[in-house]
Nanobody, 116 residues
């Protein structure tokens, strides 16, 4: 099992980034997927979640700016991040949990840095 997260980088406030998390070794179709982030000195928090059937929810801090999606045909999930703010600076992690709770996989993290 491998999760390859990519798309992080350094941007200016107001710009956009798109994170991707490609899974291999298992099918994501029967999983719920979430993006988490951890800023320096802070606890990890869930940013967005998408269920196996496409239902989504977001942290209040990113509602209206971030969009989570998934493409089961390419075993990949995404996080489109628009109107980025300096407080979005963090390491972002992808996570897949089996709907029957038989699996719980984490990606290695990708760093997003937003400067003002």
């Amino acid at each position: 099992v491998q999760l390859q997260a990519s798309g992080g980088g350094s941007v200016q406030a107001g710009e956009s980034l798109r994170l991707s998390c490609r899974a291999s070794g298992f099918s994501i179709s029967n999983t719920h997927m979430a993006w988490y982030r951890q800023a320096p000195g802070k606890e990890r928090e869930r940013v967005a979640r998408i269920t196996n059937v496409g239902g989504t929810n977001y942290a209040d801090s990113v509602k209206g700016r971030f969009t989570i999606s998934r493409d089961n045909t390419v075993n990949t999930a995404y996080l489109q991040m628009n109107s980025l703010k300096p407080e979005d600076t963090a390491v972002y992690y992808c996570n897949f949990k089996g709907v029957l709770r038989t699996m719980d996989y984490w990606g290695q993290g990708t760093l997003v840095t937003v400067s003002s």
